[in-house]
């Protein structure tokens, strides 16, 4: 079974890529969560220690492919620009959704 929705050999090398991020991104935030969850369940501090160090690669990797979508596909980059660091919010306020309208 193929990972693509449309037939692979309509799609560009490009578009190719972009798919081969985006999946890549969501295996390294699966990751992530895997070992964040066997990090606050274990008990033995050697082990914790081994997975908190693994999780964190896995969120270098993460960032690393967002960066990369960030360079190649112009819409990232807009939206990482104005929905990150945003100086107006507060560390303990709530996120906040705001959709913007598209049309």
Request: aromatic fraction near 4%; avoid cysteine; charged fraction near 40%.
């Given at each position: 079974m193929?990972?693509?929705?449309e037939p692979v050999e309509?799609?560009?090398p490009?578009?190719?890529?972009f798919s081969r991020a985006l999946k890549s991104l969501k295996e390294e935030v699966e990751a992530v969560d895997w070992y964040h969850q066997r990090v606050v369940t274990?008990?033995?501090?050697?082990?914790?220690?081994?997975?908190?160090?693994n999780r964190d690669e896995e969120i270098e990797h993460a960032c690393k492919t967002i960066e990369w979508l960030r360079k190649n596909m112009?819409?990232?980059?807009q939206e990482l620009r104005e929905q990150l660091f945003k100086e107006d919010e507060k560390?303990?306020?709530?996120?906040?959704?705001?959709?913007?309208?598209?049309?």
């Open positions: 193929s990972d693509y929705h309509e799609l560009s490009q578009a190719r890529d274990t008990k033995n501090q050697d082990l914790k220690e081994i997975l908190e160090h112009p819409v990232w980059d560390d303990d306020d709530p996120p906040s959704l705001r959709i913007r309208n598209t049309k």
